[in-house]
């Protein structure tokens, strides 16, 4: 899967652009604060429907506009498909080979993306809603199913905190009827958490390699997932589903109390465990980046796995973060496998030997112009 063309339209700091890129390595090249960002994060808008850098769309929309427009030709095992974006103050649109979308859970996946930026490397250390999102962001992209039952899992626990703010300001009283809510939250519970417990064994499986290699086989990674549900009761669906049960059962009172669900996956966490110990309490810094990089590097894999397709990686300044040798795992990993867009204030040594041919734009305050497109070494 490729990016063969962008287009943008009162994006950002981008009035119009029309852009072909290469199926390799495209570097936007220039000053910070010049519009390189912006642009992945159009990629990644095309892909997800939404930012990675904002809840809002409207920050989307250029200052002295009322509208903007995403919209990009992908290359993909089964021929071309267009896409496209529209912002407005009513909201967004999207088509998809020239057919609007009624729902976007049918749009999100059909092209998709891996980000890398500097924030990234605290993905390990970083607070527990930040590897929440990572779980669903990633997943939803493998598997529309998974992001069926997420979305439906978000909006059960939003009617049941609801409902819960009620009781706790007794506007109501009816506790049968919570416990219809507690049922219904905790079947999509079960399956959500089943399905995350799948991908992250798979996960683990082709992250704990790349981890090994960097290391030089002195560490192990293990990425574990964590919860307020013990190992015997999360050992199959059925099983978390009684478990929850119970357990919100034993917490009506303090739920209600509180106005809020105590329990379940939108509190679960993950844990990167390297030689037996919690990298993000015990490890260094080193050790925190070298197992964010190698998870990293395994959605690569993954993603083409659960898809039969390569995502298109997206890295975001992140080159003048690392050192030499997990640079060096980073470019040998992209090379002659994924499209990148590489974004970067200047290149490394490193990167000039290892990119083959990367087409080159050199980014100045929202304009774009292709600079080279040379052999890298």
Excluded: C
């Excluded at 899967?1 to 936007?28: C, H, S």
Aim: without cysteine; charged residues 25%.
């Amino acid at each position: 899967m490729w990016l063969k063309n962008l287009e943008l339209q009162n994006f950002r700091n981008y009035q119009a652009v029309n852009v072909d890129f290469t199926p390799g390595v495209n570097i936007f090249l220039g000053p910070n604060a010049q519009g390189k960002t912006n642009l992945l994060e159009a990629i990644y808008v095309l892909a997800l429907t939404r930012s990675h850098r904002t809840s809002n769309d409207k920050d989307l929309i250029a200052w002295d506009s009322k509208t903007a427009k995403v919209s990009g030709q992908i290359e993909r095992r089964v021929g071309e498909l267009p896409l496209e974006l529209s912002f407005s103050a009513k909201g967004k649109k999207a088509r998809m080979n020239h057919l609007d979308q009624a729902r976007l859970a049918n749009y999100v996946g059909q092209m998709n993306v891996i980000l890398f930026a500097p924030e990234d490397l605290a993905l390990v250390k970083g607070a527990p809603a930040l590897r929440r999102n990572f779980i669903d962001r990633e997943f939803s992209q493998m598997s529309p199913k998974y992001l069926y039952i997420a979305n439906q899992y978000r909006a059960s626990l939003k009617q049941r905190n609801q409902y819960l703010k009620q009781l706790q300001s007794k506007k109501v009283s009816d506790l049968l009827f919570l416990e219809v809510l507690t049922e219904q939250l905790s079947a999509f519970a079960a399956e959500l958490i089943t399905r995350r417990l799948v991908f992250i064994e798979r996960l683990t499986q082709a992250a704990a390699p790349i981890h090994g290699a960097i290391t030089q086989e002195t560490e192990v990674l293990k990425i574990e997932y964590t919860s307020q549900l013990t190992t015997a009761e999360l050992a199959d669906q059925a099983s978390i589903q009684v478990a929850l049960l119970k357990r919100y059962e034993k917490l009506t009172e303090r739920e209600i109390f509180m106005g809020t669900t105590l329990l379940g996956p939108h509190r679960d966490d993950l844990k990167f465990i390297v030689n037996g110990r919690d990298v993000a309490e015990f490890g260094s810094q080193g050790q925190q980046r070298t197992a964010a990089l190698a998870l990293k590097l395994a959605e690569i894999d993954l993603m083409k796995a659960e898809t039969g397709e390569y995502p298109i990686l997206l890295l975001d300044d992140v080159l003048s973060e690392l050192d030499t040798v997990r640079q060096t795992h980073l470019l040998m990993a992209m090379q002659d496998k994924v499209q990148t867009f590489l974004t970067t204030p200047s290149l490394s040594d490193v990167a000039r030997q290892l990119i083959k041919e990367p087409k080159v734009f050199k980014v100045q305050a929202g304009t774009l112009n292709v600079i080279e497109q040379e052999n890298g070494g």
